[in-house]
């Protein structure tokens, strides 16, 4: 219950000081300086923008379906709110007396299979907000979100299969120990790791992959029709998504408290209350690590068009996840498990030689000339 109350209010205030965070990594990406006018070097901006949501005037549009309306938001960040009680935040707190208790919200044997069925929940609250909403960007946005989030939690369950079948157990603890006593997973299984980290940002609808809410199409996407603390809601929801999948992903490619990549010296897994408090913050110092690299991703790179998105999953991700789905079970049936990191750089050299013969839409994306531009003069 410490764990679940304690990381509960962690991610609680991290949705809203992330937000605070993007705004200034998005001022620094474009040369400028960000919120810097409420509190101290701007700290008090997110109890200024919370304050703003909360007093803000609720609308419901005439047509809407009333239920589903006021549902969606809640069914949008809920199951955000639940999958972070199987993440191993901690080794295992030393008690007396040979006592143990495990640093996460609950111990369970099916810990991998619980947090992606949760997150998978998500897309109902998207859905249904842009279907309630009786507005065509809405549902258009809604039907995007839906799409995106069945076709890239394929090769994200398949990129975790991977990993699943390496270790040989669900239980994130275990996953964790493995890569204590060896090497992390990111250096055995790099590929995994990178589609893994490519379907999180498309299933919390981060860029390049925000299509669902694309402003010069849909205007808002399937939350054009709500206000106020619904609104905020959903972006809650989206960010508590980051920092749980980044956690999940420090469980699955980088440890989880592990200091040491490679064999060697690693921190025990179990011990005191200051070894715990250790453990908690180098897993805290990651996930703010992956998060950055989410907000920098978001701010550097263009959207994708809705077919090249498409396209990206089920041509590209999901055949290359089962590719190297397949190169895993072949390694770890044959006792080949050291040798993964030599099987994924052979996935990478077929993937290589076969790209040059798969069939393919030629200039589909060349550019266009724009008349009078200086970097396309008239022929």
């Not at 955000?80 to 707190?93: D, K, N, R, S, T």
């Not at 907000?129 to 946005?141: E, R």
């Not at 960010?239 to 921190?267: E, K, M, Q, R």
Request: overall charge neutral; proline content about 5%.
């Amino acid at each position: 219950m410490v764990v679940i109350l304690v990381v509960l209010h962690v991610c609680l205030g991290a949705a809203a000081y992330l937000i605070l965070l993007e705004r200034k990594v998005c001022a620094w990406t474009q040369d400028r300086i960000g919120p810097n006018r409420v509190g101290p070097v701007g700290l008090l901006q997110p109890l200024a923008d919370g304050l703003k949501l909360f007093f803000k005037e609720e609308f419901m549009p005439r047509g809407v379906d009333r239920v589903l309306f006021l549902m969606a938001p809640a069914l949008a960040v809920i199951p955000a709110m639940i999958g972070f009680v199987v993440i191993p935040w901690g080794g295992f707190l030393e008690l007396g007396e040979g006592r143990t208790v495990a640093i996460m919200g609950a111990d369970i044997n099916i810990g991998v299979i619980y947090l992606v069925a949760a997150a998978s929940l998500g897309v109902y609250g998207v859905g249904l907000g842009g279907w309630a909403s009786n507005n065509k960007y809405s549902f258009l946005g809604g039907l995007r979100a839906s799409a995106q989030m069945i076709s890239y939690e394929i090769p994200m369950g398949l990129a975790l299969l991977c990993v699943v079948l390496t270790a040989g157990t669900l239980l994130p603890q275990e996953i964790v120990h493995q890569q204590l006593d060896g090497q992390w997973f990111l250096l055995q299984q790099p590929i995994a790791a990178t589609l893994f980290y490519i379907c999180m940002l498309a299933e919390s609808g981060r860029a390049p992959f925000d299509l669902a809410e694309a402003e010069q199409e849909l205007v808002g996407g399937w939350h054009t029709e709500y206000s106020s603390m619904k609104w905020a809601l959903f972006f809650m929801g989206e960010y508590i998504h980051v920092v749980i999948g980044s956690a999940f992903f420090a469980t699955l490619f980088l440890g989880g408290w592990s200091l040491n990549p490679v064999t060697g010296w690693d921190l025990p897994q179990s011990g005191s209350i200051w070894l715990i408090l250790l453990q908690f913050a180098i897993v805290l110092g990651k996930v703010f690590v992956l998060v950055f690299l989410t907000m920098m991703v978001r701010w550097t790179l263009p959207r994708f068009r809705f077919d090249q998105l498409m396209r990206l999953a089920w041509e590209g991700l999901i055949p290359l996840s089962l590719l190297v789905l397949l190169m895993t079970s072949v390694f770890v049936y044959l006792g080949w498990t050291p040798w993964l990191w030599a099987g994924s750089l052979g996935c990478v050299a077929v993937v290589w030689l076969i790209l040059p013969f798969m069939p393919g839409q030629q200039g589909s994306n060349h550019k266009i000339g724009l008349l009078g531009s200086r970097f396309s003069p008239p022929a």
